[in-house]
């Protein structure tokens, strides 16, 4: 294909300006030399803006498309586990036996948490949302680890952050509910899986066993791996604007989490059952499916629409069969608040506005259900999505770093406040 060119008029100005593109997918005006000529382009919400080259995740929105380091979705959802996604995403191929023994031990080995760790959590109020918790947690790790083994110019430095950060976000996710809900806290077995060990410091206690159920484990695992990494979203160019910096990798892992929280983004899963206990009866769906639609309303069908799917969600289509599968399993498919959930799917999917608008349901709809099945609790929904994309994140901070021509971000405006004015004499 000819190389394209840009050109740009700006009353007197004319400029050609190179265009990048990758190996696949949309091309890019490169504008960074426009701030020479005192001119900036503004893009609100960077619909149309690359910030970065990555070769990690690739989405197709048009095609309902999903790559890791150009691995199809549904193969990897089908035949690998979480932990080899979290290699892939970070190293760029899967782990062979030998390299995927070795970083499931060190995830196991670095899953325990500092002990002083536990005074942070006593210090939040009782009702605190999981989340909050998790953002304060895992910010303070960065106080116990910046020392000499934590040079972020280091690559091996990453890796080892990367695995403390993995390893260790499941066990302040589980300890954030267990705080809130006044149980002891459950540390992590040698014996069991990543999948397996935060479900079991979830549910067990001193005096509760709780049963692997392999329907469950394979559910769960399928959530983390669905929801490992998705390219440039809010969350994950929020770790890469904080890590340009040179931040603590736990900082900047905590920002990921503050921002992934919002219910734009990763807390659509809990505000959809929220919504849906809320609807409460299949008959009021039709009242709601109507405010979805009035501008006058800011309400929205929490779990529809995406800002790059605008066909199909493809872990949207996984997570379907996932929750049919569970709700089979745990015997749920008449359960009220379920039937609720798959009933409001039908009704938006034939609905004018819904398939003019292109809003189909999103991964979030289903894995809120499939989570909601499982027992676990809405407030940690979101967790859940941020242990997963802990993976994403790390990754794609060690990415900006390695790259030599990352620089630290810096975003300019355009001012509309007052003009230059003096302070009066008060
Ligand atoms: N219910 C009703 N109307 C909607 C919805 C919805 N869920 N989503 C979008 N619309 C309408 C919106 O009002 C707008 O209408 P109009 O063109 O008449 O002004 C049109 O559809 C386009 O919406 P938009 O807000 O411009 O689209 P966006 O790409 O900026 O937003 C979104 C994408 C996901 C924020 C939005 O669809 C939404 O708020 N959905 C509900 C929340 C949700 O489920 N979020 C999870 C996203 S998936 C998880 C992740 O990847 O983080």
Same mark, same amino acid.
């Given at each position: 294909?000819?190389?394209?060119?840009?050109?740009?008029?700006?009353?007197?100005?004319?400029?050609?300006?190179?265009?990048?593109?990758?190996?696949?997918?949309?091309?890019?005006?490169?504008?960074?030399?426009?701030?020479?000529?005192?001119?900036?382009?503004?893009?609100?919400?960077?619909?149309?803006?690359?910030?970065?080259?990555?070769?990690?995740?690739?989405?197709?929105?048009?095609?309902?498309? =999903?790559?890791?380091?150009?691995?199809? $979705?549904?193969?990897?959802?089908?035949?690998?586990?979480?932990?080899?996604?979290? /290699?892939?995403?970070?190293?760029?191929?899967?782990?062979?036996?030998?390299?995927?023994?070795?970083?499931?031990?060190?995830?196991?080995?670095?899953?325990?948490?500092?002990?002083?760790?536990?005074?942070?959590?006593?210090?939040?109020?009782?009702?605190?949302?999981?989340?909050?918790?998790?953002?304060?947690?895992?910010?303070?790790?960065?106080?116990?680890?910046?020392?000499?083994?934590?040079?972020?110019?280091?690559?091996?430095?990453?890796?080892?952050?990367?695995?403390?950060? $993995?390893?260790?976000?499941? #066990?302040?996710?589980?300890?954030?509910?267990?705080?809130?809900?006044?149980?002891?806290?459950?540390?992590?077995?040698?014996?069991?899986? /990543?999948?397996?060990?935060?479900?079991?410091?979830?549910?067990?206690?001193?005096?509760?066993?709780?049963?692997?159920?392999?329907?469950?484990?394979?559910?769960?695992?399928?959530?983390?791996?669905?929801?490992?990494?998705?390219?440039?979203?809010?969350?994950?160019?929020?770790?890469?604007?904080?890590?340009?910096?040179?931040?603590?990798?736990?900082?900047?892992?905590?920002?990921?989490?503050?921002?992934?929280?919002?219910?734009?983004?990763?807390?659509?899963? &809990?505000?959809?059952?929220?919504?849906?206990?809320?609807?409460?009866? &299949? %008959?009021?769906?039709?009242?709601?499916?109507? %405010?979805?639609?009035?501008?006058?309303?800011?309400?929205?069908?929490?779990?529809?629409?995406?800002?790059?799917?605008?066909?199909?969600?493809?872990?949207?289509?996984?997570?379907?069969? #996932?929750?049919?599968?569970?709700?089979?399993?745990?015997?749920?498919?008449?359960?009220?608040?379920?039937?609720?959930?798959?009933?409001?799917?039908? $009704?938006?999917?034939?609905?004018?506005?819904?398939?003019?608008?292109?809003?189909?349901?999103?991964?979030?709809?289903?894995?809120?259900?499939?989570?909601?099945?499982?027992?676990?609790?809405?407030?940690?929904?979101?967790?859940?999505?941020?242990?997963?994309? #802990?993976?994403?994140?790390?990754?794609?901070?060690?990415?900006?770093?390695?790259?030599?021509?990352?620089?630290?971000? %810096?975003?300019?405006?355009?001012?509309?406040?007052? =003009?230059?004015?003096?302070?009066?004499?008060?």
């Amino acid at each position: 294909m000819a190389k394209l060119k840009a050109n740009i008029n700006v009353d007197t100005l004319n400029l050609n300006l190179p265009v990048v593109e990758g190996t696949v997918g949309y091309p890019a005006i490169d504008v960074s030399s426009l701030h020479s000529h005192g001119i900036k382009t503004f893009d609100p919400g960077f619909s149309s803006t690359a910030e970065c080259t990555s070769s990690i995740t690739f989405v197709d929105g048009g095609k309902g498309e =999903l790559l890791h380091r150009g691995h199809p $979705i549904e193969q990897l959802a089908e035949k690998c586990e979480f932990l080899d996604i979290a /290699y892939l995403l970070f190293n760029g191929e899967l782990p062979n036996s030998r390299e995927k023994t070795i970083f499931t031990n060190a995830i196991k080995e670095h899953s325990l948490l500092h002990d002083q760790l536990t005074n942070i959590f006593r210090g939040f109020r009782r009702d605190a949302h999981p989340m909050a918790v998790m953002v304060g947690v895992v910010g303070s790790m960065s106080a116990f680890y910046f020392d000499e083994t934590m040079k972020v110019g280091n690559l091996n430095h990453r890796k080892l952050s990367a695995q403390r950060l $993995i390893a260790k976000v499941p #066990t302040i996710a589980a300890w954030s509910f267990a705080y809130s809900n006044g149980s002891p806290f459950v540390y992590p077995k040698e014996e069991l899986s /990543y999948s397996e060990n935060f479900l079991n410091m979830m549910f067990s206690g001193p005096n509760i066993k709780y049963l692997q159920n392999p329907i469950i484990t394979k559910a769960f695992e399928k959530i983390l791996i669905l929801h490992a990494d998705h390219e440039q979203n809010a969350s994950t160019s929020t770790v890469r604007l904080v890590g340009s910096s040179g931040a603590n990798p736990f900082a900047c892992i905590a920002a990921g989490i503050a921002s992934l929280w919002g219910p734009a983004h990763g807390g659509a899963n &809990e505000a959809t059952l929220k919504m849906l206990s809320e609807i409460r009866n &299949e %008959r009021r769906i039709g009242e709601y499916i109507k %405010r979805a639609k009035d501008k006058s309303d800011n309400f929205r069908l929490m779990g529809f629409g995406h800002r790059i799917y605008k066909n199909k969600d493809p872990r949207a289509i996984i997570m379907k069969a #996932t929750c049919h599968e569970v709700l089979d399993e745990l015997g749920l498919r008449n359960d009220p608040i379920f039937k609720l959930a798959l009933k409001l799917e039908n $009704i938006a999917l034939e609905d004018d506005y819904f398939v003019k608008k292109k809003l189909y349901p999103n991964v979030d709809f289903y894995s809120g259900i499939v989570m909601k099945a499982l027992g676990i609790p809405n407030s940690m929904f979101t967790a859940v999505f941020a242990l997963a994309r #802990t993976a994403g994140w790390v990754a794609h901070w060690n990415e900006m770093l390695t790259n030599e021509k990352s620089k630290i971000g %810096r975003p300019r405006q355009i001012y509309t406040g007052k =003009l230059r004015r003096d302070v009066p004499n008060l």
